[in-house]
């Protein structure tokens, strides 16, 4: 389905209905819609508003030719209806992907970060995209640890309380041209942007896995790249990727989800300059 923009939507999601009035002229107009209302203020009780809060929603959207009164009753035009139905199109989409982001979980499994006793306190946090506890109450997060478990071993942690806070991490996205893949101190200009241990390495596409490859014996994650580094970023790990030029638009169009992670796109540094020759001195 192709939606228009030309019309002035009163609510692409939930935060526009912070707009001043716009979340009343949504219900007015639905409203208008439903009952085809011959006065205001069964309207206005309908609403838990006053008339005049109504008469003013009425002539905004009259004056935005989205109603007017035909046969007496007050009734959306047809470019009402698009906006009204455009509206809650959004507005749905945006409840939908919020109440996805919220999962309810009173147990889980996490690396146990030292020696832990059963039926112990323990604290939540993430470090390097993995869930680990720790015994004790000071983290964000606590559980009850279902059994004991060594440094290292994976526990069952139940009646979570809290939030494990998770900030998205920065994607660098550094692009190679044709030139760059003959360029001799490619590899120097690699190794001079690639991301130190605790971070995703990525390559999209066969010239850039093999420039990277070349510049360093960190793994590089080959498939999937920008997946993997949105993912990555969900999870608080930063991560580098690095594409030809020509890949670029395919790479971005990964991340253009309704939570993009922080970008920072650019070509690699210039080209290492050849240092000047000494000049010889004359006998």
Do not use: K
């Amino acid at each position: 389905m192709v939606r228009s923009r030309s019309l002035s939507s009163a609510a692409e999601g939930l935060d526009a209905l912070r707009r001043g009035g716009a979340a009343t002229e949504l219900l007015f107009l639905y409203a208008c819609a439903t009952l085809e209302p011959t006065q205001l203020r069964p309207v206005a009780r309908e609403l838990g508003l006053t008339v005049q809060a109504v008469s003013h929603s009425f002539r905004q959207l009259r004056d935005r030719g989205l109603v007017s009164v035909q046969d007496g009753r007050y009734r959306p035009t047809v470019e009402g209806v698009a906006w009204l139905h455009e509206s809650l199109m959004y507005l749905a989409e945006d409840v939908r992907d919020r109440i996805d982001r919220l999962h309810v979980i009173r147990s889980t499994r996490a690396i146990a970060g030292n020696r832990i006793r059963g039926d112990e306190i323990v604290s939540l946090e993430l470090r390097d995209g993995l869930l680990v506890a720790r015994e004790g109450r000071g983290g964000p997060s606590r559980g009850r640890a279902m059994a004991p478990a060594a440094p290292g071993d994976l526990v069952e942690v139940g009646d979570l309380e809290g939030i494990v806070p998770i900030v998205p991490a920065q994607v660098v996205v550094r692009t190679l041209s044709e030139a760059d893949l003959s360029d001799p101190s490619l590899r120097l200009r690699l190794q001079a942007v690639l991301p130190s241990a605790g971070s995703l390495l990525a390559a999209q596409g066969l010239e850039a896995y093999h420039s990277v490859q070349q510049a360093t014996d960190r793994p590089i994650q080959r498939f999937a790249a920008a997946s993997a580094c949105l993912e990555a970023s969900r999870l608080g790990v930063p991560s580098t990727v690095v594409v030809l030029e020509r890949d670029l638009p395919e790479l971005l169009s990964v991340f253009s989800v309704s939570n993009p992670p922080p970008l920072d796109v650019g070509p690699l540094t210039a080209r290492a300059r050849r240092a000047p020759r000494a000049r010889r001195r004359r006998s």
